[in-house]
């Protein structure tokens, strides 16, 4: 009789405020029943006050602190066996893999993108005079999509390095006549950047029939003649959609048109505002690691196909294992935040040491075969994280 569970409880849980129905589904209740056993609703017939909202809040708050304070342990000191105890059934003592990683992936990057300098990038744009300058004479301006050179630099850079390859012995012919030869094509003239500039006015003297002249154009020519249009008339005119050069320059509506002006005018806006693309391209990192978790884990089922488990199984190793990472960089940006010091490599490399530790107690392997597996799938990691890490980039630049 010692170990049945005791019928008292206080508040709205009360004996007197028992039924023998649930008011949720209708499911007949015994007295002893607290909730209901169909659809998990207390068994209470009580008006709800607010006191009831607070009692139920604080106590559902004071479980999840023990479950977390129990998987932290578990995480944090016994590597893999938080994974074992839950692919086992324990999981009542932990808190859900899916929605502990979640939150840890969202609380780094939101610290991430608050202790940066990110944002100091977008008045470095806005001071910004648009001209990008190189040693090989050449310059680009950013606001006007200008290309201009200086014939006079190039022609002495080239001198320099073909007296260099006459010195070396890699060119039979001499620099002289080299010069000579490239003098009568026009290289150091002034043509290219005439052209150019020839190229732009005609744009914007008459942007439809320069859109009409290559909108029949297919490929990628075509899609990249298309944003250079774009590029030119969304400065000079500021337009800020589609329909907006559509009815200005009479453009048909279709796909290839449409997806040219939103990527030029994305790729504009980033250039206009790099620090406010990277935090939102980083806030999109969350949602980005559960569809490449999932990946991951197939190559991680194929290492230990031999093993009797599930590729569920697998995926729970792998959100328990990379919630530690996010632990850890947590604890590191703190650290770094404090101390004003760089500690990012030094847990990484506990991480890594945890994940050899992990690997070897939940699939139960020798060291030589677990350091292998081991270091065949953080190759394959670090393949897919870069693969992955150049897709975002690349969509977050045409989509922003």
């Excluded at 019928?7 to 004996?15: M, Q, W």
């Excluded at 909730?35 to 609703?41: E, L």
């Excluded at 978790?293 to 093993?307: A, D, E, Q």
Aim: charged fraction near 20%; hydrophobic fraction near 40%.
């Amino acid at each position: 009789m010692g170990n049945k569970p005791s019928l008292i409880s206080k508040g709205r849980y009360e004996l007197k405020f028992r039924g023998t129905e649930c008011k949720n589904c209708g499911h007949p209740l015994d007295i002893s029943d607290k909730y209901c056993p169909n659809c998990s609703q207390a068994n209470s017939t009580k008006k709800l006050v607010l006191r009831d909202f607070w009692d139920e809040f604080f106590s559902s708050l004071i479980n999840y602190d023990s479950k977390l304070i129990k998987t932290l342990y578990a995480m944090l000191l016994k590597p893999g066996t938080i994974t074992k105890d839950y692919v086992n059934g324990k999981r009542i003592t932990y808190t859900n893999p899916f929605r502990f990683l979640l939150s840890l992936a969202f609380l780094y990057f939101l610290m991430f993108t608050y202790n940066n300098r990110f944002s100091s990038w977008d008045k470095a744009a806005e001071n910004f005079n648009g001209k990008i300058m190189n040693p090989s004479a050449v310059s680009f301006d950013v606001g006007t999509g200008q290309l201009t050179a200086d014939s006079t630099e190039m022609r002495k850079q080239t001198e320099k390095a073909l007296q260099r390859m006459d010195s070396l012995g890699m060119s039979d012919v001499p620099a002289t006549a080299q010069l000579k030869y490239l003098d009568s094509i026009g290289v150091f003239s002034e043509k290219l950047a005439q052209n150019q500039a020839n190229k732009d006015s005609m744009m914007l003297a008459n942007p439809r029939a320069y859109f009409d002249s290559i909108k029949g154009n297919s490929g990628f020519i075509g899609f990249a003649e298309k944003m250079e249009f774009f590029s030119k008339v969304i400065r000079h005119d500021t337009l800020s959609n589609f329909g907006e050069a559509r009815d200005r320059y009479g453009i048909q509506e279709n796909f290839s048109s449409r997806l040219a002006f939103n990527s030029t005018a994305s790729l504009l806006r980033v250039i206009r505002e790099p620090g406010s693309f990277v935090n939102t391209t980083i806030s999109k990192l969350p949602f980005v690691i559960f569809f490449f978790l999932p990946v991951f884990t197939l190559f991680i089922s194929m290492v230990y196909i031999r093993k009797k488990y599930t590729y569920t199984d697998h995926l729970i190793f792998s959100f328990h294992n990379q919630s530690l990472l996010f632990i850890l960089l947590i604890l590191s940006l703190i650290i770094d935040t404090i101390f004003n010091t760089a500690s990012a490599g030094i847990f990484l490399l506990i991480f890594g040491f945890y994940l050899y530790k992990a690997m070897r107690r939940f699939y139960g392997q020798g060291r030589i075969k677990t350091i292998i597996k081991y270091v065949f799938l953080n190759t394959i990691f670090a393949f897919l994280a870069l693969f992955v890490l150049l897709g975002l980039l690349t969509g977050s630049v045409f989509t922003y």
